[in-house]
């Protein structure tokens, strides 16, 4: 298939595959330590990805088809917690597909980043997040690895907690760009 023809479907799905890089060029990586109560996870970094999809009328569903694609079936279109928390039963992936937020991630006095429409955050089991503000419009779409469902953990783990966390499966592909992503070359699979 000619490649012009296949980035302009990818297009019309709303993944942007920008130029030469592809997705990767818009991950950056994110290693965090534990911080008070939270345990973040200090061996997997988060992953965001800035304009990984393109504006688009139903940017929420191109996200739910890539994530779906790529072995990340979504579980829920909302907004983020306004509340530190954790999970350790999943890693996460947040596609932002509506307005903007702020997030807190890490914990208390964390790091604080802007979300806007199109940009998308992959949290490792255990990472802290938590919004602070958000637009009227916000709109998040949450996927996880097959066969993983999440919980909501507000304290700091227990002995059988980090056991759940350190369970955890590998994922075996990038919720944004698939097999070879990101996920591949931030994350170790000994980990």
């Known amino acids: ?9 990818l297009a019309l799905l ?3 595959m920008g130029t030469g890089m592809g997705a990767d060029a818009n991950a950056e990586a994110l290693q965090l330590k ?15 990805y800035r304009a990984a999809f393109a504006p688009s009328a139903d940017m929420a569903s191109a996200m739910e088809t890539t994530f779906e694609r790529n072995g990340w079936p979504p579980q829920w279109r909302n907004g983020v917690y306004d ?6 039963t999943a890693h996460e992936v947040l596609g932002f597909a509506g307005g903007w937020g702020r997030l807190v991630l890490g914990g208390e006095g ?39 469902h999440w919980d909501i953990c507000r304290s700091a783990p227990d002995a059988e907690t980090l056991d759940r966390m350190r369970k955890v499966a590998f994922p075996n592909s990038d919720p944004v760009s698939g097999a070879g992503g990101p996920v591949t070359k931030h994350w170790l699979r000994s980990a």
């Not at 298939?1 to 479907?9: N, Y």
């Open 83 to 88: 509340f530190h928390h954790y999970h350790s």
């Open 110 to 148: 964390g790091h604080e980043f802007v979300l806007k429409a199109g940009d998308v955050a992959l949290l490792p089991a255990g990472t802290g997040h938590c919004k602070m503000e958000a637009s009227g419009d916000f709109l998040v779409v949450g996927a996880y690895p097959k066969g993983e």
């Open 1 to 9: 298939m000619d490649r012009r023809i296949f980035s302009a479907g």
């Open 34 to 48: 534990r911080n008070g109560w939270m345990p973040n996870n200090e061996v997997l970094p988060v992953l965001l």
């Open 14 to 16: 709303g993944v942007r």
